[in-house]
């Protein structure tokens, strides 16, 4: 499901190419270079960031600058990195947190 | 330790605006964001700017922040990027922590002559229940997606909220290629200005006055699915039986703002509170100075305004900053902030200007009477 606009009326035509590959939850997602993490989850219907650790409650994109934490994820198996202002590097493996470990593909 | 005549904490229009300002006076400028990019918020303004020529109306946020990027280089101006200031300490030392999310960060302490303090502005939140869901965000986090990072987030979206905020997020989630399905103010009336509110309603979007949000239904992934509107009484309560559900993905919360200033309040500077402003305001003199000497404050932390306005006041902070430290005689410094206040008075200019221009004579009245500093200069 994309959401990613390639035609805006007044930012015109999206130049990049999702051309880096990054695995999230074990699949494998088209992203562009440099853009932050959460934006190329978004483009690829991925709403999901993590699960609170008490009440495994689902959180996602809430201030989309850095502040909230809300969209916290393990990258490249450290914990509670902002998704949303931290940048995208080809291979970089992504896993959904649950409190402050990665969340356990037999929990879903 | 790092030494600096001037810090800059923040890097958006006013904070780019005071060092630009202290730079080209001589003064050795360090400008510090936690951001990947300098320029704030200005990036996320795609569209054209109000106002006289004065100050680049018909410009859009966008091209004003590629401008006083390029310009506060060109003047020699240090920006550090990636740089969250955690505190401000006694003998004007700034703790710094610089680095990534995920990789090896540096704890770093600089001393500045001056400090002047730019750190904008958060959005409110509206509590109702599922607001913590995927789905729900700040109104300014949905621009952020759509204008910055070209994604967006979501399909249907709901806007809670009619001030300027609400209104030109709305119209540039159109823009986006995404359905905005309801506008809902708790007030009887639209808060922002008519012309914003005109591009909403002509392309036909329906708008709940009087109504708020009162639930996010989430899908079984746990993504906001569902919205349920009712309408408020004249307390704000909602009324039942009136209950609207409406398809949507996303609510986006154009609460309003309020000003960034916990660098201030560690410092113990004077406060006072200001409902026009947006919260709790550090007080200032007419030189942007707190009640703590030496420490400066502009733009949104110092209440919530609009970009022309943070800059302009980031240009008075920035010229008094490089007066106090000898760069700049007192008679120039002077007539240049004199200048600027005037443009100042010209921007806070009817119904809604006015407002800001009587909160913003508080303030400086305040500081007069409040701080033994204003009683000493007493000007």
Request: net charge neutral; charged share 20%.
């Amino acid at each position: 499901m994309g959401t990613r606009i390639a035609n805006h009326i007044v930012l015109g035509e999206d130049s990049r190419i999702a051309a880096v590959e990054i695995i999230v939850d074990g699949k494998s997602i088209l992203a562009n270079e440099g853009e932050p993490i959460l934006s190329a989850l978004l483009a690829n219907g991925i709403k999901v960031n993590r699960y609170t650790a008490k009440r495994h409650e689902p959180r996602g994109l809430f201030c989309g600058i850095g502040q909230c934490t809300d969209c916290a994820m393990v990258v490249d198996g450290v914990p509670n990195v902002r998704t949303c202002i931290t940048p995208v590097k080809s291979g970089m493996v992504i896993q959904t947190q649950d409190g402050l470990g990665p969340k356990e593909a037999a929990n879903d | 330790m790092i030494e600096k005549d001037v810090v800059v904490v923040g890097a958006g229009p006013a904070g780019l605006a005071a060092a630009i300002e202290a730079s080209a006076a001589g003064a050795s400028v360090l400008l510090l964001d936690q951001n990947l990019k300098p320029g704030g918020q200005l990036f996320k303004q795609i569209h054209k700017f109000f106002g006289s020529s004065a100050h680049r109306s018909g410009t859009r946020g966008t091209d004003i922040g590629t401008a006083l990027c390029d310009e506060a280089r060109r003047n020699g101006v240090e920006i550090w990027l990636n740089s969250t200031v955690m505190g401000l300490f006694a003998g004007n030392k700034v703790g710094i922590e610089k680095g990534t999310d995920g990789t090896l960060k540096q704890i770093l302490t600089v001393h500045a002559k001056k400090i002047i303090v730019a750190a904008g502005a958060s959005e409110n939140v509206v509590r109702f229940k599922g607001w913590t869901l995927p789905g729900v965000m700040g109104a300014g986090a949905a621009q952020t997606m759509i204008n910055v990072n070209r994604v967006r987030p979501g399909q249907k979206i709901v806007m809670l909220g009619s001030g300027n905020v609400g209104l030109i997020v709305s119209y540039q989630l159109m823009q986006a290629g995404c359905e905005v399905v309801a506008l809902v103010e708790a007030a009887p009336k639209i808060g922002g200005y008519a012309v914003h509110a005109a591009k909403i309603t002509r392309a036909g979007v329906p708008v709940f006055l009087r109504h708020t949000v009162i639930e996010a239904i989430p899908d079984d992934s746990g993504v906001v699915s569902k919205v349920i509107i009712a309408q408020v009484d004249s307390s704000f309560l909602p009324v039942p039986g009136t209950e609207k559900t409406l398809e949507a993905d996303v609510i986006a919360i154009g609460a309003g703002l309020k000003p960034v200033a916990e660098l201030l309040h560690l410092m113990n500077c004077a406060f006072t509170f200001s409902p026009v402003f947006g919260g709790w305001i550090p007080l200032h003199n007419a030189d942007m100075e707190t009640s703590c000497e030496g420490i400066y404050v502009a733009g949104d932390s110092t209440g919530v305004e609009e970009a022309n306005t943070a800059l302009e006041e980031g240009r008075i902070a920035g010229i008094s900053a490089a007066e106090k430290l000898g760069y700049i005689d007192t008679e120039e410094a002077q007539a240049k902030k004199a200048e600027i206040w005037q443009r100042l008075g010209a921007l806070r200019l009817g119904p809604f200007g006015e407002r800001r221009l009587a909160a913003k004579q508080v303030i400086l009245n305040e500081f007069e009477q409040k701080t033994a500093r204003g009683m000493h200069h007493g000007n």
